[in-house]
């Protein structure tokens, strides 16, 4: 991975390319997002529902599929981006800092949105998030019950009440990707071509919205368990 950023970034890839990628891939990442809150949303139906949907998701696609390729394909997608998104991110850092190489002596107090100061950090964050979520509700190896047919008791389990911190780690994360997504999604609509004033409001509002209805949509699952309106 290092070395093939070192190859882009030493080669005349643009940095309006390496922009387009980070937008579309940002993109694919965020209609996941979309489709997994559905999913998870699908818990407030019941623990029926919820397993099936599960189960559903690896079936998707056969017979002309083999079972769980739909999923694999996905994986491999998801992946994909998050590579190239990473990627793009850190060849655009360095040449940025390149073409600045003596810091600024006085760094301006207020430097750009909290949101944009803070994407770098704000991403590893998401990442580190993301590895402990998939060892958890994925393979279930840090889970409690870790039942790969009953994600339904997965979930419960996991944000019981006394292990309030796993419900704080996953508010953490959760608000992290909001912020991220905030001026990810902002920044996507500047380079996939928005260019006006009246745009870049509209863009800034959608931006919120789009992020407001992630994080809310998220954390409601968590927090339904441990106020025992999910159990
Ligand atoms: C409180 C919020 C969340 C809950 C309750 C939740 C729940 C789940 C569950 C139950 C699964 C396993 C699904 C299955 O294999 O049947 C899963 C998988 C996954 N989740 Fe989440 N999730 C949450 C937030 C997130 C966030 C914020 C992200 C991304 C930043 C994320 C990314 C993923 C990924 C990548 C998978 C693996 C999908 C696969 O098997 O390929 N989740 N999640």
């Known amino acids: 991975m290092l070395s093939v950023v070192v190859h882009i970034q030493r080669s005349r890839t643009s940095s309006v390319a390496l922009k387009l990628l980070m937008a579309v891939t940002g993109v694919v990442l965020v209609l996941f997002l979309f489709a997994h809150l559905a999913g998870n949303l699908k818990i407030f139906v019941g623990a029926d529902a919820f397993d099936h949907y599960a189960h559903w998701l690896r079936t998707i696609g056969t017979p002309l599929l083999p079972q769980a390729w739909y999923l694999w394909i996905q994986r491999t997608v998801l992946t994909g981006a998050v590579l190239g998104h990473v990627a793009a991110a850190t060849i655009l850092a360095r040449r940025a800092r390149k073409a600045r190489p003596v810091r600024y002596a006085h760094r301006p107090a207020v430097q ?4 944009a100061r803070t994407m770098r950090w ?12 998939l060892l958890d509700l994925t393979t279930g190896t840090l889970n409690p019950v870790g039942d790969a047919a009953h994600p339904y008791a997965n979930v419960v ?67 339904a ?3 025992g309106l999910v159990s």
């Open 112 to 115: 750009g949105s909290y949101a």
């Open 122 to 133: 704000g991403g590893v964050i998401v990442l580190l998030f993301v590895v402990y979520h």
């Open 225 to 227: 368990v441990l106020t």
């Open 157 to 223: 389990a996991d944000f019981a009440l006394d292990r309030w911190y796993v419900t704080l780690c996953y508010t953490l994360a959760v608000v992290a990707v909001g912020v991220h997504l905030r001026h990810g999604i902002f920044s996507a609509a500047r380079t996939l071509g928005q260019q006006t004033d009246h745009g870049e409001r509209q863009a800034r509002a959608a931006a919120s919205v789009l992020s407001a209805v992630l994080v809310v949509g998220y954390l409601s699952v968590p927090f």
